[in-house]
């Protein structure tokens, strides 16, 4: 079945609460705008996430003394997918400017009226900004373009050094990179340091099979729906090889069985339960924020290595659309944008890591090689642009985020736990995919 925009926006909006019911932990967000003190022009902002604009956001105001900016930032992506899909099916409540992430954006682009087209607003004046893929991806089948790109996310490797030192395996960077395999590494050859280091320590190599599977997944030249919007699981060679390497690496004990976005208080990160974790740019903020939270800092041993298995992978980035329902419809569009410019994209990767999405602020990082300090001096934003060559984000159908997170999210579960092998788990997936997602 192909999907239509015009067939399914009211499915869309009507199967918001569904979707609500599915995440947990929904914050909710500013809504609504209006006028500030002395006759200031309020306006709210929802994001996700650590996308790194608190300082911006004063640095907007100082520069635009009418706005005031009231924030609100959700903890998680899928989180923020269920407060804008609950606040649209309530058709009131949104924000004047709305983070999206790559994973919802097809559902979003299932009701993309409700959004301003930004074109009204100058944002083709700044196509060239961008790699061209991104300022595609907010583009509807309409033309209309409904969202400025904020970063994008191309994935390198994190890893404990001390970890490695304690299993005898290289601790310096570019050996690692050598050891997995440099430029031809494969999940084979993941998996197999993988056991070395578990034979060596006893520990897990990574936190939990779900970050691992969304990574392989996105390798592909097609995910959960083929490039024509036809679902893409049941059947699908691809996907059921990879779930198997992840179904031998669990019970091999390579995986943590960590809960997804749950590490423990942070912990996890700072006393070894695992010594490998897959990493896009916008990830490093969550790492540090995680190794601070759970009583670590720099010294904890954390680097970040220009490597990852299986080659170019794009996870994740976001956009910032303005909805139709905003009354300050101008003021919210040139707020989006300039947090998109350039200049302000590099400065949030300083902060938080997401790596931009226009190619001045790439051609920046890639050139000034600056040390993050908190990754063992790693030239983080340097390997991110060599992690980005190649990159273009895979099409996202309107119920991906829902099929990573609630179809394979409980089965790779299960798997993790034990409570279920690798053909049952894939079962268990298939079984939910029926229940969850239109066929």
């Known amino acids: 079945m192909t999907y239509s925009r015009r067939t399914r926006a009211a499915a869309a909006i009507a199967g918001a609460a569904s979707i609500a019911l599915l995440a947990s932990g929904c914050s909710a967000a500013a809504s609504g705008s209006g006028s500030g003190e002395d006759g200031q022009i309020e306006l709210t902002v929802t994001t996700f996430g650590t996308m790194g604009f608190d300082d911006l956001y004063k640095q907007y105001e100082d520069e635009n003394p009418n706005i005031k900016i009231t924030a609100n930032n959700i903890d998680t992506g899928g989180n923020a997918r269920t407060d804008a899909f609950t606040k649209l099916a309530a058709g009131s409540g949104l ?14 682009m299932e ?15 700044r196509k060239g900004d961008w790699v061209d893929w991104k300022y595609e991806q907010a583009t509807d089948p309409d033309g209309r373009v409904i969202g400025y790109g904020t970063d994008i996310g ?14 005898g395996l290289p601790t310096d960077r ?7 395999g440099g430029e031809d590494a494969t999940w084979e050859r993941y998996f197999e340091v993988g056991k070395q280091y578990h034979d060596a320590t006893g520990k897990a190599w990574y936190d939990h099979s779900g970050f691992v599977w969304n990574a392989m997944v996105n390798q592909l030249d097609e995910g959960y729906y083929t490039a024509d919007g036809e679902l893409n699981v049941e059947g699908n060679a691809e996907l059921e090889e990879r779930f198997g390497w992840l179904a031998d690496g669990a019970e091999s004990g390579l995986s943590a069985a960590q809960t997804a976005w749950d590490w423990n208080g942070g ?16 990830m490093l903020g969550v790492v540090k924020g995680q190794i601070e939270a759970g009583g670590g800092d720099a010294a904890t041993g954390w680097d970040f290595a220009d490597v990852f298995p299986g080659g170019a992978a794009n996870w994740g980035g976001s956009f910032l659309s303005v909805p139709t329902s905003s009354k300050h419809q101008e003021e919210a569009a040139a707020l989006a944008s300039w947090l998109t410019e350039p200049e302000q994209q590099s400065a949030a990767f300083a902060v938080a890591g997401p790596f931009p999405s226009t190619l001045e602020a ?12 908190f990754f063992n001096g790693a030239p983080t934003g340097q390997i991110l642009a060599a992690r980005a060559e190649g990159v273009k984000a895979q099409f996202k159908g ?12 409980p089965a790779l579960q299960a798997l993790d736990r034990g409570e279920a092998d690798g053909s049952a788990a894939w079962q268990q997936a298939i079984d939910l995919l029926g229940e969850l997602v239109e066929q």
């Open 398 to 409: 309107p119920d991906d985020s829902v099929i990573q997170e609630n179809v394979f999210g």
């Open 267 to 282: 912990k996890s990160f700072v006393d070894g339960t695992f010594a490998t974790f897959v990493c896009p740019g916008w």
């Open 362 to 373: 790439q051609e920046q990082l890639a050139s000034e090689g600056t040390a993050d300090e």
């Open 174 to 180: 570019a050996q690692v990179a050598e050891l997995l």
């Open 154 to 167: 191309p994935e390198g490797l994190c890893y404990n050094s001390a970890a490695f030192a304690a299993a």
């Open 111 to 125: 009701v993309s009226d409700q959004f301003v087209d930004l074109r009204d607003f100058g944002i083709e004046d």
């Open 95 to 108: 924000s004047d400017v709305v983070a999206i992430e790559e994973g919802w954006l097809g559902s979003i």
